[in-house]
């Protein structure tokens, strides 16, 4: 059974750019999460999906972060425009319903220049 | 402010010597979660302790918890230079999920 997919696995781009990063979960799981993990701090949760609709978005730093996750299986992340701040590592998480094991991606490194 | 901080930051052992790290948490939780995260990979889940369970096992892991002291332990018996990681602790409140900043371990051969 294929894992969690993130892609790109790196992107660098410039501070003001546009980037989008997407993942994959696993087949059949309804809940999907997003994480952050800036360099030497905690991962923090950015936002949680059932499914298609957002459960949770309280994690988003700023309107300059957009998740869709249009028709409830891959989810995309856009960040526009990117600050330097935005720099990191976006692990996407899938869990079954009902159950609690988080199941993460490899990750995506993100660096804004 | 953190949910989750680990202790140590960071921890060097010879092959064959157990790993102990500890993590301690703020608000009350449902369960609680170690990961592991390999150099340039993703988290692999380890093992989940719920809130009225004291201790778990799983293989050369070995979990407590103290939710009096708001606090987890993972022991890692017998160590293997293929145990160098980085180890996460997480706790599920039922609202959010959050990680500590995470132990650095190095099993040297």
């Known amino acids: 059974e294929a894992g969690v997919t993130q892609f790109p696995s790196h992107s660098v781009i410039e501070k003001g750019q546009t980037v989008t990063l997407r993942c994959d979960p696993i087949s059949g799981h309804d809940n999907l999460y997003w994480y952050r993990r800036v360099m030497g701090k905690e991962i923090k949760f950015l936002l949680h999906?059932?499914?298609?609709?957002?459960?949770?978005e309280s994690g988003m730093p700023n309107n300059r972060f957009l998740a869709e996750r249009t028709g409830g299986t891959y989810s995309t992340l856009k960040v526009q425009p990117a600050e330097l701040e935005d720099s990191g590592v976006y692990f996407c998480?899938?869990?079954?319903?009902?159950?609690?094991?988080?199941?993460f991606g490899p990750g995506t490194r993100l660096t804004v220049l | 402010s953190q949910q989750g901080e680990e202790d140590p930051q960071a921890l060097s052992i010879q092959e064959g010597e157990n790993a102990t790290m500890n993590c301690s948490y703020k608000?009350?939780?449902?369960?609680l979660q170690w990961y592991r995260q390999n150099s340039g990979r993703g988290l692999v889940h380890l093992i989940l302790i719920r809130s009225n369970e004291r201790e778990k096992h799983s293989g050369r892991l070995r979990v407590t918890l103290d939710t009096s002291k708001k606090s987890s332990s993972l022991l890692i018996t017998a160590s293997r230079a293929a145990d160098t990681a980085s180890y996460f602790c997480a706790t599920d409140t039922g609202n959010q999920f959050y990680f500590g900043t995470g132990t650095s371990l190095t099993v040297i051969p």
């Open positions: 999906f059932v499914k298609e609709s957002k459960q949770d």
């Open positions: 608000t009350s939780i449902n369960n």
């Open positions: 998480a899938s869990t079954l319903q009902g159950t609690d094991t988080q199941y």
